[in-house]
């Protein structure tokens, strides 16, 4: 009888566990035999991310469903994700004998004639939510060179990993338009890649054809590895970032790559931990005080060159004194409010040993005014007030392009 019983009660549940499971783009275009691919002429933009919840790539689905695909476009890193940051890619042939072009090489927008007997263009890669990571930057050009061409962009539509976390920082200022920082959007922008998308074409592509392909059983209030399907779905992408928790971190100490100050690359715990051969741990810690959903850990490291992770971190061999930062809450953590206070205790500690790149600096936030605000000594408060008050239109404009 209790056998019976369970029986009965797993079969009823069963409905409300298949409904639970989510669904990516390309997992939806999957189910639907790739209905709306047939009797086109593709090309496809991927790497290893672009992974069904089966755990099989959309190239390796493009080809058992027989689909016409002509071309196939790599980002940053490589279609294997195999190359540092900033490493040019050449195109590549996989094992397969698929031929790769790549977005990160000679060129980072494809040309008329590569696209000339292409009908759409299907872009499938997996974001990681913080607008200077590249993979935005190359789906906006993919878009533009469409439009020029008059093709057809699909782009299959993949979770926003910090989705919790709304949208902040600065509003791109077009003067500092770069590959790092090129889609109008706030620095952390808390839209899914199909989203932006939909903006893109909203602000800058009005005549671009685009078809985004909804995810199923998508929240906005989840981290993606909330989501049993994570496991299968979720393969680093790129070398450094190799967690949800990374993924948080990474807004919070990326924009140390426009200083002199190591931002962890060549150690384990790239963007979890800062530092450089002249800053006092325990100092550093007591400045930066109580930070909401975070612990913060006087440490010393040293990096060391990594094959295809960092061949050349800063400070390579030296020990350097900084922080570790431990996530304890991550509904609690503001990255952006997190990467101020970081920024305003370092330079108050240390004005003359910061090594402000300016201009990478000022690329990578997307404006000049988060670094002259610092270098004045600004409040954190006041430098969060005249971020917010950057991406006031933004906020008043995404929810009407919101997908979930």
Known sequence: MRTFLCVLVAISLLPTLLIAQLRTGLDVLAESDFA????????????????????????????????????????????????????????????????????????????????????????????????????????????????????????????????????????????????????PVPFIHSLTIGEIALWVQRERLQTLKLTVVKMENYSRRKFADDY???????????????????????????????????????????????????????????????????????????????????????????VCGGVRLIITAREKVKPFELAVALLCALNKLYPNSMGWNNDFFDKLAGTNQLRQMIQRNKSIESILNTAKKSRSSFEQKRYELLLY
């Open 36 to 183: 709306i691919l047939k009797q086109k002429r593709l090309a496809l933009v991927a790497n290893a991310t672009s992974v069904s919840r089966s755990g099989e790539s959309s190239l390796a689905l493009f080809q058992k469903h027989r689909l016409d695909l002509r071309t196939v476009f790599a980002p940053e890193h490589g279609f294997e994700i195999r190359d540092e940051a900033g490493k040019k890619i050449s195109d590549e042939t996989l094992s397969s004998g698929v031929k790769v072009i790549s977005l990160y090489g000679k060129i980072k927008k494809p040309t008329r004639e590569m696209l000339a007997d292409i009908d759409a263009i299907v872009f499938d890669i997996q974001d990681i939510g913080t607008r200077c990571y590249t993979y935005i930057s190359t789906m906006q050009l993919v878009m533009e060179a469409a439009a020029e061409s008059d093709k057809e962009v699909i782009v299959l539509d993949r979770p926003n990993p910090i989705a919790p976390i709304a949208a902040d920082g600065m509003m791109l200022d077009e003067n500092f338009s770069s590959f790092v920082g090129l889609v």
């Open 228 to 318: 049993a399907e994570w496991q299968t779905l979720f393969v680093p992408p790129s070398p450094n970032i190799q967690s949800v928790n990374a993924m948080i971190l990474y807004p919070a100490t990326v924009l140390l790559e426009g200083t002199a100050i190591s931002e962890g690359r060549g150690t384990d715990f790239p963007f979890e931990q800062i530092g450089a051969p002249f800053i006092d741990g325990a100092k550093l810690k007591e400045a930066l005080g109580t930070q909401r959903g975070v612990e913060v850990q006087a440490v010393t490291f040293v990096p060391k060159s990594q094959k295809a992770k960092s061949s050349s971190p800063k400070f390579d061999g030296k």
